[in-house]
């Protein structure tokens, strides 16, 4: 089964700083990997995903994300921060359940604070 | 409204108790998924629903009782619950089942406390 692991539950920054948030993965195939972000009292809004091609995925709001298949990673990333990116960041892979439907297995999420 | 609503937004119930999740969407999708959002744990699909039949079931106890009357609405029917399934649980919707080319979109969730 496929698995996430994201480094860091929470991550501080301030604001102008450069926003990294960790994401590992495991697959026993080539994966599909996804980021949401989760603004307070809200649901899960996609930022971005990787599926094939070029592997610098550029999502909304200014973030990125690279897939490195040497380093199983998926790493999400901002320039420079802003106070509206405090929020809670979860970093996702697709998945075939065994009924044979699709399915997205999450991280446990890193909690971003930017600080003025 | 638009998007994915969901109500109640809180709800706190004793483990005696029968409630129900309501969940609607306005984006004429055809599949819907309740997720489990736990304190320090991966969020959890539950169950999800294509064309208003279930077509997953992630071996989710059976006090939790999804219903899919129609493609807009899913409610998830709750008995005698246990403290441990207090946490936040999430509604979602997309244009068919399959996250690679489906994505899928969130309601804000209802906050459930099970004393």
């Known amino acids: 089964a496929q698995s996430v692991t994201q480094l860091g539950s929470h991550v501080s920054v301030s604001e102008g700083a450069l926003v990294l948030l960790r994401c590992n993965y495991s697959?026993?195939?080539?994966?599909?990997l996804f980021w949401y972000v989760q603004y307070p009292n809200q649901g899960l809004q996609l930022l971005l995903k990787?599926?094939?091609?070029?592997?610098l995925v550029k999502g909304i709001n200014g973030f990125e994300a690279e897939f490195k298949k040497s380093e199983t990673s998926f790493h999400l990333t901002k320039p420079s921060a802003h106070m509206s990116d405090a929020a809670e960041y979860f970093c996702?892979?697709?998945?075939?359940?065994?009924?044979?439907?699709?399915?997205?297995?999450f991280g446990k999420g890193t909690k971003l604070t930017v600080n003025p | 409204e638009t998007g994915v609503t969901q109500t109640p937004r809180h709800l706190v119930m004793g483990m005696t108790n029968k409630k129900s999740l309501k969940c609607e969407q306005h984006l004429g999708h055809n599949a819907m998924y309740w997720y489990k959002q736990s304190a320090k744990k991966p969020l959890e699909l539950m169950f999800v629903?294509?064309?208003?039949?279930?077509?997953e079931n992630n071996s989710v106890p059976s006090r939790f009782s999804p219903e899919c009357p129609n493609s807009s609405h899913l409610f998830l029917h709750l008995h005698t619950l246990q403290p441990e399934d207090s946490a936040l649980y999430l509604c979602?919707?997309?244009?068919?089942?399959?996250?690679?080319?489906?994505?899928?979109?969130f309601g804000p969730g209802t906050r459930l406390t099970v004393l």
């Open positions: 996702a892979v697709s998945e075939v359940s065994q009924g044979g439907s699709e399915k997205l297995v």
């Open positions: 697959s026993s195939v080539p994966p599909y």
């Open positions: 979602a919707s997309s244009q068919a089942p399959g996250p690679l080319y489906n994505e899928q979109f």
């Open positions: 629903y294509s064309l208003e039949e279930r077509v």
């Open positions: 990787y599926t094939t091609g070029a592997t």
